[in-house]
């Protein structure tokens, strides 16, 4: 029998990934990979760990930090940091921390607009980083569905959705010049489930906050968030309450909303999909503002 018949769905996709990552190590001078610390940069940092065993992969993690991710995130972040002893760049926009610039304050739009794209902008600048390596997924958002593996930027930053390379079976075209970059989606072919189902056969590390728990939250525009600081100003019709939730994805947790469920381990996560008919990016308000569609924010330059 050939070997390849005895692979695995999940075999296929990791192979696939690997290869991918290896790529991007082989063709780019200063790749980066950007970690944000969700189930899909778990996954992701798990597989440039296997791409490059048993030595120190040679491409290091960045984060840009809001400033309003939630706390576990931050901790979380820093440990995997230190376990992996893969190397972490973290960044923060000066100018929208010197401003005060929040989802409370400011909005989902500003706040996405000054403290993820530019700041991710200024990162990438800043760090000379030719490639960044994204753990988003063509299931994800119908935008993220048009994307290349190789997504080519302009020296701006700037995606254009009608002007992409051809990308046939694995063949990738990694030719840029000075001061232009690419985005790489190792993971792009992946599916949630795929996601779930590798992290359980892994024993990936991710953030409790995917599992459910008894938490404090509040119900705003339609979404629970949770209160996690003093920082979340209250309207006056609002008192947190304790309730069993889980989230599907982690950004800035007053923009991030969270589900009811009793999935409190892997297998239940994983059992809860197999009937759910949402998608998992319906919590996060950022999705909803129609001033600032995810094709829009990409074509500035958002991941």
Not at 161 to 169: D, F, V
Not at 214 to 232: K, N, S, T
Request: aromatic share 6%; proline share 7%.
């Amino acid at each position: 029998m050939p070997e390849s018949t005895t692979l695995t769905h999940l075999d296929r996709l990791e192979a696939e990934s690997i290869h991918i990552l290896r790529e991007v190590a082989a063709e780019f001078s200063k790749p980066v990979m950007l970690y944000s610390v969700g189930k899909d940069s778990s996954v992701l940092l798990h597989l440039l760990l296997k791409a490059f065993h048993p030595a120190r992969p040679p491409i290091p993690l960045l984060h840009v930090d809001t400033g309003w991710k939630f706390a576990e995130m931050i901790a979380f972040r820093d440990r995997r940091a230190r376990e992996t002893g893969v190397e972490l760049h973290t960044h923060i926009n000066p100018e929208g921390l010197a401003d005060r610039v929040g989802p409370p304050t400011h909005g989902a739009t500003v706040h996405t607009d000054v403290m993820k794209t530019q700041a991710l902008r200024q990162a990438l600048d800043a760090g000379g980083f030719d490639a960044a390596i994204g753990g988003a997924r063509r299931d994800e958002e119908k935008s993220r569905a048009k994307e290349r593996i190789f997504s080519f930027r302009n020296n701006n930053h700037r995606w254009d959705p009608k002007n992409q390379r051809p990308e046939l079976w694995n063949i990738y075209n990694t030719r840029i010049h000075k001061g232009e970059s690419v985005r790489v989606f190792p993971i792009s072919n992946w599916t949630e489930l795929d996601v779930w189902l590798y992290i359980l056969r892994e024993s990936i590390p991710v953030p409790s906050l995917y599992l459910a728990a008894p938490r404090p939250v509040v119900e705003r525009d339609g979404a629970l968030i949770m209160v996690d600081d003093d920082r979340l100003p209250l309207r006056l019709d609002e008192t947190p309450v304790m309730k069993m939730v889980r989230f599907r994805t982690l950004g800035c947790y007053p923009l991030t909303g969270a589900i009811e469920s009793n999935a409190d381990t892997l297998e239940k996560v994983i059992a809860e999909m197999l009937v759910t008919t949402t998608s998992e990016r319906q919590g996060r308000v950022i999705d909803h503002d129609p001033a600032a569609s995810m094709e829009k924010k990409k074509l500035e330059g958002y991941f």
